[in-house]
């Protein structure tokens, strides 16, 4: 891919705590490439440094070390801001966020609250009923923030940072909080914006079905490190099929197979074979029933998202 | 202007004005009460001197804690919703901080006026014998207007690092306490040149001096602490500095 077509890129960007001497990586040696016009889903358990590398993104922390490149403009150099403030939020003015949780002004209406970002943004007001119209929050733009629920402050903080069209939108577990239905309307309105706004998404979660409903390509970030990047569809053909095999006598089964140099594991009341031919399941079948061996049982499995997720990060799914 | 007018509409339904506002009427009310009570040979002569140092009393009283509920309820509303980590992608950060101070001084010199309006007036209203003290009238105002800034900065820059808001109340009242009792020791007294509450009245033009044996009360005038003024203004400009490196440092 031209390397110009990324929205974002980091290169070894790190940010590490503590004093010198005892300083504790948070984020260590990312390079992230977030491909134009796509969801990235960045993925990782809770404290493994997804908000900390969001945040880094917008200039919100300094990172310790590394580049950053947004929109094509080096944004952080040598872990030193590359611009100054100005040019900092020229590039920040086209980009939305909504970071952990919304910011909103309670004693204010969800109208007033939008005003509020169209001065600083210095974007035309009319756009405040597009982008409640976006996030279905017309019957709600007149009443205080802080009566409303979380799902409907996050919607408005959705809204904040759709004002001005930004090129790029980064949302930090946009769904936290929020009820199933509200997941569900907050997630097609996320997979919309794409096509219809010509935007590039980075949407963080820990949750891995999530992000395998919403993206199209995939980082997975665990104790700092970035540990897999790629397109979702990369991701789901690190799941190989194998053979599961269950006999009357498994560790009978096991050595007959061992002498036949058929390769196998075993795994709990199961044999595993890596994926095999047709051919080669007739002879293994064939070795066991000559010896006397009831097979009862035999299915191909695959690995589940959830399992190379596991195996990538050593976490449950359930972060 | 766009960052200003942006901070008005943030406060709109704060009622930060109705703050200064109310601190004011109590001020003239009660000074006004006590200027209609005063048996006219106890001040006789002396009035603007006697309404000099009540204002810069009460001031001493009521200002600090009014400094940490204004600074309290402008930060946070930033606090509560969390609007820095917002803020900061469309503003320079430096300027969330002036902003507010900028706005805060605005109302300052408004209060600060209207108490330095109040003392012709009620010079007029009560028809005084004394001369109008311009210079001390002046000296009055400045003093009113630069430590109420300089503990606005201070209370600013702890409301906007505290997560929680009760301790930069707390000293508010704190500094009320001090502003109460201070009255009680001389203002020549070292140890309170070095609390910045007690400025209203080391600021003052006016002292007085009780002779228990009569009873009677004597205003004399006292010449401007410059010295100690300018190490006040010097502390003013360090916690400026001080308060702003943090809020800039600090991790959104």
């Excluded at chain 1, 079905?209 to 980082?219: C, F, H, K, N, P």
């Excluded at chain 1, 104790?223 to 599961?244: A, E, N, P, V, Y």
């Excluded at chain 2, 204004?70 to 469309?90: P, Q, V, W, Y």
Aim: include cysteine; proline fraction near 4%; glycine fraction near 8%.
């Amino acid at each position: 891919m031209n390397k110009n077509s990324f929205v974002i890129q980091t290169t070894n960007l790190t940010k590490a705590y503590g004093k010198s001497g005892q300083t504790k990586d948070v984020v260590n040696k990312v390079n992230l490439a977030v491909p134009q016009g796509c969801i990235y889903g960045f993925l990782g358990p809770n404290g493994a440094g997804k908000s900390t590398t969001m945040k880094m993104l917008l200039g919100l922390i300094k990172p310790t070390g590394g580049e950053i490149s947004i929109l094509g403009t080096p944004f952080v150099s040598q872990g030193k801001t590359a611009l100054n403030e100005k040019s900092r939020l020229t590039i920040l003015k086209q980009t939305g966020s909504l970071i952990e949780s919304p910011s909103y002004y309670g004693h204010l209406t969800g109208r007033e609250n939008l005003e509020i970002i169209c001065t600083l943004k210095n974007v035309p007001t009319k756009e405040i009923s597009q982008v409640l119209s976006i996030v279905r929050m017309e019957n709600q733009q007149d009443k205080k923030v802080g009566h409303y629920s979380l799902g409907m402050k996050q919607r408005l903080g959705l809204a904040s940072a759709l004002l001005g069209h930004p090129k790029l939108l980064l949302l930090d577990e946009p769904t936290n909080g929020l009820d199933p239905a509200g997941i569900q309307e907050m997630r097609e309105l996320i997979r919309s914006l794409p096509e219809n706004y010509h935007m590039t998404i980075m949407v963080s979660s820990h949750l891995l079905s999530e992000i395998d409903q919403m993206a199209d390509y995939v980082g997975i970030i665990n104790k700092g490190q970035l540990i897999f990047q790629d397109s979702l569809l990369r991701l789901h053909t690190h799941s190989k099929k194998q053979l599961r095999l269950r006999t009357g006598n498994n560790n009978r089964a096991l050595c007959v197979l061992n002498e036949n140099k058929i390769n196998c594991t075993m795994d709990k009341d199961f044999l595993l074979f890596p994926e095999t031919s047709d051919d080669e399941t007739a002879r293994l079948i064939s070795a066991l029933v000559q010896e006397g061996i009831s097979v009862l049982r035999i299915e191909e499995y695959q690995k589940s998202l959830e399992d190379i997720f596991l195996s990538l990060t050593g976490k449950q799914v359930s972060l | 202007m766009r960052l200003f007018f942006t901070e008005i509409k943030k406060i709109r339904h704060r009622y930060i004005w109705l703050v200064y506002g109310a601190v004011f009427m109590v001020i003239s009310l009660w000074i006004g009460w006590s200027m209609s009570r005063m048996d006219s040979y106890e001040i006789t002569g002396q009035e603007y001197f006697y309404l000099l140092i009540s204002l810069s009393l009460m001031n001493s009283i009521f200002l600090p804690i009014t400094l940490a509920c204004a600074a309290s309820r402008l930060c946070d509303i930033e606090l509560k919703g969390n609007t820095f980590k917002l803020l900061c992608t469309m503003q320079p950060r430096h300027s969330i901080y002036h902003i507010k101070l900028f706005l805060n001084s605005l109302y300052l010199l408004a209060f600060s006026l209207a108490e330095t309006t109040l003392i012709p007036l009620l010079g007029h209203y009560f028809k005084v014998s004394q001369p109008l003290p311009t210079l001390h009238i002046y000296i009055f105002f400045f003093t009113t207007y630069v430590v109420s800034l300089v503990l606005y900065i201070l209370q600013q820059s702890l409301s906007l690092v505290s997560g929680n808001q009760l301790f930069p109340l707390f000293l508010g009242v704190g500094g009320t306490f001090i502003g109460i009792f201070s009255a009680f020791f001389p203002s020549q007294a070292f140890f309170f040149r070095l609390l910045p509450w007690d400025y209203y009245l080391i600021g003052c033009p006016i002292n007085m001096y009780y002779e228990s044996a009569t009873r009677e009360v004597t205003y004399y005038e006292i010449p401007f602490p410059k010295v100690a003024f300018l190490g006040f203004l010097l502390f003013g400009i360090f916690i400026y500095f001080f308060g702003k490196n943090i809020f800039m440092k600090k991790e959104v």
